[in-house]
């Protein structure tokens, strides 16, 4: 990973995939951001199960959507892509997920972190010379969209600090990237439902109800989800070329 990966300053690596962090502000941040999920009220059970058994990656990037995030978090993201069996077998719970935090900018509305969200969705694509993974469709308005890099698709959980979304509110940017064969896993495990009602009940008692935005695979495109922003249903991805199989554009 790249060389701003933090890991908990408590304890020394446990898996080969983490790396010392010098860097005040990237352990800072890994420390909060272990600190937010393991919170009692936090909803997102799979999270706090990846932060238990040590199953994810952490790392921190320049701004967000800036070209020097995008090229350390591309080669991050590469890299987490050929370890994920490895993380998830080190665990044993099979939620293995990376988490990117970028250092800004901060003083971000809804709107434009969105915006910026999708930049870097953009820019990454850009950079992959992968085919586009087949299980899941790469048009943002199809049910069965999901994100793809490096041939793999990803559920993407976009948080910042002024989420309207408890939940979804960090101190800084940050994406997380949840392989999705995992939930697909679940589903055919039949936990999935069972899971997510535990989830959306958390939602609940934090914030007195679901976020308006959650479908399920297959009803809506996930892409709606992504930033965690309620919009509104002719919403359509911000992309500056929407036509043929691959929206992003090259």
Partial sequence: MSSERGVCPDREPRNPWEMKQSDPFAREAHRRFREWVMTPEFPCLGAKAALNDDTYAFAVYPELGSNKATAALGRDLSKFRDDKDKIDNHGGNRYATFVAVFRGPLELDEEGFEELLWRQLRQLHRLDRSDWDP????????????????????????????????????????????????????????????????????????????????????????????????????????????????????
């Fill in 135 to 250: 299980k899941v469709s790469a048009d943002a308005n199809d049910p069965h969209f999901s994100f793809s890099f490096a041939g793999q698709a990803f559920y993407i959980v976009g948080v910042h600090p002024n989420s309207s979304r408890a939940a979804r509110r960090f101190p800084w940017p940050t994406l997380i990237f949840n392989p999705h064969e995992q939930f697909e896993r679940l589903r055919t495990d039949g936990k999935w439902s069972r899971m997510q009602h535990a989830i959306r009940a958390r939602d609940v008692a934090l914030q007195g109800s679901t976020n308006p935005m959650l479908s399920d695979f297959g009803e809506e495109s996930e892409a709606r989800q992504y930033s965690g922003r309620a919009v509104a249903e002719d919403w359509v991805a911000p992309f500056p070329e929407a036509k043929g199989k691959c929206p992003f554009g090259h």
